[in-house]
């Protein structure tokens, strides 16, 4: 399986709600990053939280990271219909072979209804 | 602006036949990178520059060549030995300072070239 995988693959919510997606991985890190996709659209890089970070805060969104169960979440809040678009955790990996690599799970659909 | 340039956005290829995209960036980032995407699925990496002149295999590079020789530019040639070629590919650059300087691999993604095989 994947290093990273992003739980759950899809999800709808209401406009001013709050989106939160989930993310694992299996190999010690250097460094966690989130993305965004808009359909059919390259990748654009979100927020980087490095391995001795807990918690970081970028405007709407809170990403926090446990590395002893080796996983992060991403908190959008107050949602708008502009946030729908595919998220995917990336990971800059430490250790094994995939050292030094930066790889991506398979992501999670938001769809955030007007 | 800073960014970078795929093109075409769209291609069509016939069976045996091999294809190149473009990919070019003016964001001085020393590292260049091409990915797969597959409908429903996240991205794979096929090839990786640090250097000019420089290249590595990435996870799936079996099918696909490439070559470096200017900073700026990091074509991908899509070869008629890869089996299942259709697909979104996406190339991406960072600063690539150092493995693990602060931003050094922080990705700047172009807008994709969907490759379509008839």
């Known amino acids: 399986s994947q290093q990273g995988e992003e739980d759950p693959q899809a999800l709808s919510i209401q406009e001013g709600e709050n989106a939160t997606m989930n993310c694992s991985y299996k190999t010690s890190i250097n460094n966690l990053q989130w993305y965004r996709q808009n359909s059919g659209r390259g990748l654009v890089h979100l927020i980087l939280?490095?391995?001795?970070?807990r918690e970081k805060h970028s405007g709407r969104l809170r990403v926090t990271l446990d590395t002893s169960k080796k996983s992060s979440s991403l908190l959008i809040t107050a949602s708008r219909a502009a946030d729908t678009a595919s998220y995917f955790c990336?990971?800059?990996?430490?250790?094994?072979?995939?050292?030094?690599?930066?790889?991506f799970g398979q992501g999670t659909i938001l769809t955030v209804h007007p | 602006d800073g960014g970078i340039t795929q093109s075409p956005k769209y291609l069509f290829r016939k069976e045996g036949q091999n294809v190149t995209l473009s990919c070019e960036q003016n964001?001085?980032?020393?590292?260049m990178y091409w990915y797969r995407q597959d409908p429903g699925q996240g991205l794979r990496l096929i090839y990786y520059s640090q250097i000019v002149n420089d290249f590595q295999k990435g996870d799936i590079a079996e099918g696909y060549s490439v070559s470096r020789e200017k900073k700026e530019s990091f074509p991908l040639t899509v070869t008629s030995a890869q089996k299942n070629p259709t697909a979104f590919y996406l190339c991406?650059?960072?600063?690539?300072?150092?493995?693990?300087?602060?931003?050094?691999?922080?990705?700047?993604f172009g807008a994709g070239s969907r490759l379509t095989v008839l």
């Open positions: 991406a650059s960072s600063r690539g300072q150092g493995l693990f300087s602060s931003g050094a691999n922080v990705l700047t």
């Open positions: 990336a990971t800059l990996n430490a250790g094994g072979t995939s050292y030094g690599k930066l790889t």
């Open positions: 964001l001085n980032h020393d590292a």
């Open positions: 939280i490095r391995s001795n970070e």
